[in-house]
């Protein structure tokens, strides 16, 4: 006899990064993983080298210093807020917490797949709703929710579309919701939104008892090495979370480089400035070249490239490796005929467009 897991984990199928390398390249374009193209803040940097000088100490288990440098940069509740080992950690615990066998945890269709993941993980049945345009439909999500819906998790902006849904919408979502359901809001390219429609969702947090806001340090920051994450949610929700996560699970390194992060306001304007820039030369060129570009307020753009005939998303993922650009393709996500590309620096882009171009001729 072998010990048998539960019948949940082996429900899944590993999640899969972006590719980080490919035989034969002089040179790696990394645009497969929506990591920031400029680093991390120089504060952040120096912060993370400093507290190597105390590797032998315990962290502090309520990360106090990042949760107040978090709610006077946000403006927040330091009370409010939880830190994680990245805001997956986040999404992981609030299914450990509050689903599990013959609950459901309901997504749109081509949401974040960490959503299905935890649910699995938890013993619970995700339920996946067809999206509008390629954006979440609050109405679909609407018909899918029942007494068994425990959590609703809502990417906003959505990954790997970087559509996003107006504060209305979210709200008319939240106010037509089953009592019983908690929901999430994954707003983690919250700092690239350019709408001015967007909100975050923090404003809803602070009138109800059943939402919560993600948000990451992976993106803007820079900081996707350490794994940093945090919520902001109703005292009762955030009660629960520091009961089931780890006493220590975040690292010093990590809390103090997050809290230098934060605090340097004039490098996330920076990046966003520049990322809104290359964002809009990126989808104006590839729509020149005759494709499809899902508008995104994230630091990406899903690009439909087709999937029969003889320019496909595989056949051009395969040409750009050849150049040592490396993309992502979308077939995990039910995208086939799609790449997400992220926004690199203005010479990567550069090279990325010269190279479908050349793919397209």
Request: hydrophobic share 40%; proline share 7%; with cysteine.
């Amino acid at each position: 006899m072998t010990p048998e897991p539960k019948p949940g984990p082996m429900r899944i199928s590993p999640y899969v990064g972006g590719k980080s390398s490919v035989l034969g390249a002089n040179r790696i374009v990394k645009l497969s993983s929506n990591e920031n193209p400029h680093g991390a803040s120089p504060a952040a940097v120096a912060a993370y080298r400093e507290a190597g000088e105390k590797l032998a100490l315990y962290p502090d288990g309520g990360a106090t210093a990042l949760r107040n440098a978090i709610a006077k940069a946000e403006a927040l509740d330091p009370d409010r807020i939880v830190v994680g080992a990245g805001s997956d950690e986040i999404l992981s615990l609030l299914c450990l917490a509050y689903a599990g066998p013959g609950d459901e945890v309901l997504h749109s269709a081509h949401g974040f797949l960490m959503y299905p993941i935890s649910a699995k993980a938890a013993g619970a049945d995700p339920v996946a709703a067809p999206e509008k345009d390629l954006c979440a439909d609050v109405d679909a999500l609407l018909e899918r929710a029942n007494e068994n819906t425990k959590l609703v998790f809502l990417a906003n902006p959505n990954n790997p579309t970087g559509t996003v849904l107006s504060e209305g919408e979210i709200r008319r979502l939240r106010e037509n919701l089953p009592p019983q359901a908690l929901l999430v809001i994954d707003a983690a390219y919250a700092e690239y939104v350019t709408k001015p429609d967007y909100e975050d969702g923090v404003a809803l947090v602070e009138e109800r008892d059943d939402v919560i806001v993600t948000r990451t340090f992976s993106k803007i920051h820079g900081l996707a090495a350490l794994r940093l994450g945090w919520c902001y949610g109703p005292p009762a929700v955030i009660d629960v979370l520091n009961r089931v996560r780890g006493p220590f699970n975040t690292s010093a390194a990590a809390q103090a480089a997050g809290e230098a992060a934060i605090a340097d306001r004039a490098f996330i304007e920076r990046v966003r400035d520049d990322n809104t820039a290359q964002r809009e030369r990126v989808a104006t060129a590839l729509t020149e070249m005759g494709l499809t570009v899902t508008p995104s307020e994230g630091n990406f753009v899903l690009v439909e490239v087709g999937e029969h005939g003889p320019r496909t998303a595989a056949l051009a993922d395969e040409f750009l490796q050849t150049r040592g650009i490396l993309v992502r393709r979308m077939e995990g996500y039910g995208l086939p005929a799609h790449l997400r590309i992220s926004i690199g620096t203005a010479e990567e882009n550069g090279l990325l467009l010269d190279a479908m171009r050349d793919f397209i001729a």
